[in-house]
């Protein structure tokens, strides 16, 4: 791949960015003018010819607005003379005009560039929507040790206590990185305990960097911690946006502990 092609790639994903934020201008400016040209677009039309081409861009940025946020995946990419193309995946948060919240996408994306008068030219796109079923579910595990902790009584006006907890941890294994916890706790006389909790996690998964949020729902017996977990839906960023999972942990109350977390990305 030439160096030229490998900076256009970048140039690209900037126009991607603009244009899920309703801003076709970028896109338009590296797609060319001349045929051939095609897009075969999600709907599952084929729209050909340069002008065509373009009218699609224009009416399918209309339906974006600000706060779309995506990123491509690269999985091949290439040029060689005058041509180039790339595939891979687009995983995006869809901000839609008439529509409250973020909406998921997955694309599956081809996309071939012809040089022309001396710069790149998008020519042809094809993309569609991943499949559900197609979505691989992962699974991770990892060594959760606390740093510290700091238990706040914020309720005893009656019995038993209601208790903030605050702790700092580090994930080695598959998951590698620091997560920063707050927890609420009912705490009972024999120190059993039932907990609800909300920690951020900074670092990699699977290799892929962000951060997410994990909400939890843990009981205390006899200084032992069991726990479910799962991914706050829309919280997951950088390569971690579109994550979701489900899992647990378990281990020794405020130490240590073994977590797993069964995952995909949407």
């Known amino acids: 791949m030439t160096e030229d092609f490998e900076h256009f790639l970048q140039v690209r994903e900037q126009a991607s960015a603009a244009y899920i934020e ?12 001349n045929d051939p040209s095609s897009f075969m677009p999600p709907s599952g039309a084929v729209v050909t010819g340069a002008e065509a081409v373009r009218k699609a861009y224009g009416d399918g940025a209309s ?3 600000k706060g779309s946020r995506g990123r491509f995946e690269i999985f091949q990419a290439d ?4 041509l180039g ?24 994306e081809t996309e071939i560039f012809r040089r022309e008068d001396g710069a790149w030219k998008l020519v042809h796109r094809h993309a ?3 499949k559900r079923e197609a979505l691989k579910r992962l699974q991770a595990e990892a060594q959760i040790t606390v740093h510290s902790s700091e238990v706040k009584p914020y309720d005893e006006t009656a019995s038993p206590p209601l208790l903030e907890i605050r702790l700092s941890e580090t994930f080695t294994g598959d998951m590698e ?5 707050r927890a609420l706790q009912v705490r009972r006389d024999d120190r059993s305990a039932s907990m609800v909790s909300l920690q ?13 949020v994990l909400q939890g729902s843990e009981v205390v017996e006899s200084g032992k911690i069991k726990a479910t977990w799962c991914v706050v839906p829309r919280s997951g960023t950088g390569d971690l946006a579109g994550l979701r999972g489900e899992g647990g942990f378990e281990g020794d109350f405020g130490k240590a502990s073994r977590g797993t977390l069964d995952y995909w990305f949407e």
């Not at 995983?91 to 996408?105: F, I, T």
């Open 200 to 212: 951020r996690f900074c670092g990699s998964l699977g290799g892929r960097h962000g951060t997410c």
């Open 79 to 82: 040029s060689a003379g005058d």
């Open 22 to 33: 309703g801003d076709v201008a970028p896109l338009a400016a590296i797609t060319s003018r």
């Open 63 to 65: 339906h974006f607005r």
């Open 85 to 108: 193309f790339f595939t891979g995946l687009h995983r995006a948060e869809m901000s839609l005009q008439g529509r409250e919240g973020a909406v998921p996408m997955a694309l599956r």
């Open 128 to 130: 569609d929507f991943m």
């Open 177 to 181: 990185g620091e997560s920063t916890v």
